[in-house]
């Protein structure tokens, strides 16, 4: 069974950076993109970005890009996103997700709540 | 870029069918994937690649894609359906991942 466990909640304030953590077990770490997948409140699904666990590459939308960084540690097999330059309307449960061999997102962690307030 | 359209709500008795529409350009060539999300709960995939099932997701629950419309189909609705399902398709010309608004199933 597929296991996503992320970070806790965070409160910001605007203009700071934060770290989401997923930390992925039960299957090859680095045989299967993460992606990362926001949800403010009251709001649907945005999809923001994914990872190559395997060689660290990179994608993200372009809503995000320069704000947006996302890493992997193999050795603990666990993904991060970082949000830099944080503003009220970043405030949003942040979903790390596994992707399938077919595009869709198989498993998702529970979700890290973050809320950016002065 | 690519754009999902989704009804805001649709609303059904149990026992009936519900059917949530996903409308794009040419979805029919794109893989159409379908989410299940239940308040303060994670989505969870109920169907993807257009109509397959992951293991434990009931039969009630099944897919089609032609044109420019997608739909899943919940037969003999159950109170435990009342989510908002959500459609996700790979746009492979900007290897963007798109999902719909989402459609808030309500069973009376």
């Known amino acids: 069974q597929v296991h996503l466990v992320q970070s806790g909640a965070e409160v910001k304030k605007p203009g700071a950076s934060v770290r989401v953590s997923c930390k992925a077990s039960q299957y090859t770490f680095i045989d299967s993109y993460i992606h990362w997948v926001r949800q403010a409140p009251g709001h649907g699904l945005e999809w923001m970005g994914w990872?190559?666990?395997?060689?660290?590459?990179?994608h993200c939308a372009q809503k995000f890009q320069g704000r947006v960084n996302m890493t992997r540690d193999t050795s603990i097999t666990t993904a991060s996103l970082e949000v830099s330059g944080l503003q009220s309307d970043d405030t949003a449960v942040y979903y790390c997700?596994?992707?399938?061999?077919?595009?869709?997102?198989?498993?998702w962690g529970q979700g890290s709540l973050v809320i950016v307030s002065s | 870029s690519y754009v999902l359209t989704q009804s805001p709500s649709v609303s059904v008795a149990p026992g009936q069918t519900a059917t949530i529409t996903c409308g794009g350009n040419n979805i029919g060539s794109k893989s159409v994937h379908w989410y299940q999300q239940k308040p303060g709960q994670a989505p969870v995939v109920v169907v993807y690649?257009?109509?397959d099932r992951p293991s434990g997701i009931p039969e009630r629950f099944s897919g089609s894609n032609s044109g420019n419309t997608a739909t899943l189909t919940i037969s003999r609705v159950e109170a435990g359906d009342e989510a908002d399902y959500y459609c996700q398709v790979w746009d492979s010309a900007t290897d963007l991942y798109v999902f719909g608004v989402g459609t808030k199933v309500t069973v009376l």
């Open positions: 990872i190559d666990p395997n060689t660290g590459g990179t």
């Open positions: 997700a596994k992707e399938s061999t077919t595009t869709f997102f198989d498993s």
């Open positions: 690649d257009d109509s």
